[in-house]
């Protein structure tokens, strides 16, 4: 193709794609003025962990070569100033036990049927957790939706299609150059008067949609906490993971005890 042609499509294909930025963005509300991007993703995250919390749950994994889904319960503390997290298993019976300690930039795994404590390298963090579709670091928060991102307005959604919301902030997050992070971006809708989580989507370097993480039954009172956690795979047929939150609390002052190695050695109580 001679360089005057091979210019004129690269000009055009250009084009194209700016009017569908265009178009896409132009389904959404101007944002508030005097409301920063990253000011509505640092409420999102206080609300979603606050400086401490620990949750009991249970996870849930469909997939087509599962009979049945598979149910994972466990507790989890999060220490967000500290960077430290742990995550024990109470059921299935044969994983009853196993142990998951983050002390940033580490991570380590104790399985008690081998009474073997292993150091999980940073190249498989986004490995699958517990055989659900989310990954190691979605459970453990090695990387920060705050700190490793750019925040910048898509603009506000009339029309969330969320029961429990009837508008929404849509923020794009951008990774820094520099960030240890495997997703191209991150468009995330946060209900904008309560400024609960309601969807996220996830983008690879080449812009194609991977997933989708959809949260709902917020708390009825104070903390609008989504209870109720579900996600999809766009490249897996038939696959999802849920999980359900039975119980939340918040700015807990921790034992340092927990975020040990020898915690990881034993039995949940």
Do not use: C
Request: aromatic letters at 10%.
């Amino acid at each position: 193709m001679p360089p005057a042609a091979a210019a004129l499509v690269a000009s055009l294909a250009l084009l194209v794609l700016s009017s569908l930025a265009a178009r896409a963005e132009s389904e959404f509300d101007a944002p508030p003025s005097g409301l920063e991007a990253r000011a509505v993703a640092e409420k999102l995250e206080d609300i979603f962990r606050g400086e401490t919390s620990f949750l009991e749950a249970t996870m849930s994994v469909a997939s087509p070569r599962l009979p049945a889904p598979r149910r994972v319960r466990f507790r989890a503390w999060d220490d967000r100033p500290g960077k430290r997290a742990f995550i024990r298993i109470l059921a299935p019976a044969k994983d009853r036990g196993m142990g998951f300690l983050k002390q940033h930039p580490n991570l380590w795994n104790y399985i008690p049927r081998v009474e073997r404590t292993v150091r999980i390298p940073p190249s498989m963090m986004l490995q699958s957790w517990m055989g659900s579709d989310f990954t190691n670091d979605d459970l453990v928060r090695e990387s920060s939706q705050l700190d490793d991102y750019q925040h910048r307005w898509l603009g506000v959604d009339p029309n969330p299609k969320h029961p429990e919301s009837e508008r929404a902030f849509v923020i794009e997050y951008i990774p820094n150059e520099e960030a240890p992070v495997v997703w191209g971006r991150i468009v995330t809708w946060i209900d904008a008067g309560r400024y609960a989580p309601l969807r996220q989507e996830f983008y690879d370097e080449d812009d194609l949609k991977l997933r989708v993480i959809a949260y709902s039954k917020f708390s009825p009172e104070g903390r609008p906490y989504p209870r109720r956690w579900v996600l999809t795979p766009l490249d897996k047929a038939g696959h999802e993971t849920a999980i359900e939150v039975h119980e939340i609390r918040f700015d807990e002052r921790f034992d340092n005890a927990i975020f040990s190695k020898r915690f990881l050695t034993r039995p949940p109580r």
